[in-house]
């Protein structure tokens, strides 16, 4: 169940979800925890980052925090919290038009958050944790659902704010055709837990859980409780043929693909030449090199009763 320490809850909404429904879903969340005796307030995001400056700041005292919005409020609610030593727990309301992570808690959908908020059943969860070259040298930063270099990278530049509008759930199909477009496969060099491998790669994803990219079993069998993180590797040089394979994504069954490399481990590093942009849940941040490590159990969050493979609105 949800911590007792207080019953204080923070919601942080970027109110652009869900084409400009994001504040009406959270004044929704607001209700169901007050008509359960929680003294719940809004905080309004309106600009990247700020969702992690308000989970960070404004969270002391408070037992939940709900993120409302998409997988990059969730993704930055996370960041903030992971800067406490004392953690409230996380609920997710899906509202924007990724839903992964909610898909992954067994939340499908605006309803069924809300009904979590209700039931408040919690699991501990694991994050990733990347370090990366930015602009002003190496940095690192959490992660709560998935990282990617090469093609992955590619696919979430041209997932536009435009495209997003006007493609939706389809988003990340179109971001692929477009992404495939301008992708030449570099040479990379990659370790899984010691083990080495080198060569030109169209895509490396390095996963903390099962469902991404708009509801694909990008890496099946994973789990954001299982203390690993799922790594594929995409061998080959032609773009064309990694676009044709990415068909079988959301059946999980490219894993099974001669020319993917489909593992798990705790630590992660990959190398690049040239260097490549890194995908940190649905943003680029940074680029190669870059090091990997699971961190078990590492924030509480709410869950809920449905099976991971749900549909979104």
Request: aromatic residues 6%; charged residues 20%; glycine residues 14%.
């Amino acid at each position: 169940m949800i911590p007792s320490r207080s019953h204080a809850a923070i919601v942080i909404v970027n109110p652009k979800a869900g084409r400009g429904d994001g504040g009406s879903v959270a004044r929704r969340a607001v209700d169901r925890l007050t008509t359960h005796g929680w003294d719940a307030e809004v905080l309004s995001t309106s600009r990247p980052g700020e969702a992690t400056a308000l989970a960070r700041d404004e969270s002391s005292g408070a037992s939940l925090v709900v993120a409302v919005g998409g997988d990059g409020t969730a993704s930055e609610v996370a960041e903030g919290l992971m800067s406490l030593d004392d953690r409230p727990a996380m609920a997710v309301v899906p509202a924007g038009s990724g839903c992964d992570l909610a898909r992954n808690l067994g939340i499908g959908g605006i309803e069924a958050g809300l009904d979590a908020l209700e039931a408040g059943a919690t699991r501990d969860m694991d994050l990733g944790r990347i370090e990366l070259q930015g602009e002003d040298g190496a940095f690192s930063r959490y992660f709560v659902l998935t990282t990617g270099t090469g093609f992955s990278a590619s696919v979430i530049r041209s997932a536009t704010t435009r495209v997003k509008r006007l493609f939706r759930s389809k988003t990340y199909a179109v971001a692929g055709v477009l992404g495939a477009v301008r992708y030449r496969p570099p040479m990379m060099r990659w370790s899984v837990d010691g083990e080495t491998g080198e060569g030109r790669v169209f895509n490396v994803v390095v996963s903390n859980a099962e469902i991404e990219a708009g509801g694909a079993r990008m890496s099946p069998g994973a789990t954001a409780f299982d203390g690993k993180l799922w790594v594929a590797v995409w061998h080959g040089s032609s773009a064309l043929a990694g676009l044709w394979r990415m068909r079988l994504i959301f059946g999980g069954s490219h894993v099974e693909h001669p020319a993917i490399t489909y593992t798990a481990g705790s630590v992660v590093t990959i190398d690049s030449d040239p260097p490549v942009g890194i995908q940190v849940d649905g943003e680029v941040p940074g680029r190669t090199p870059a090091r990997f490590e699971v961190v078990p159990g590492a924030l509480r969050v709410v869950v809920g009763q449905a099976p991971g493979l749900t549909r979104c609105p």
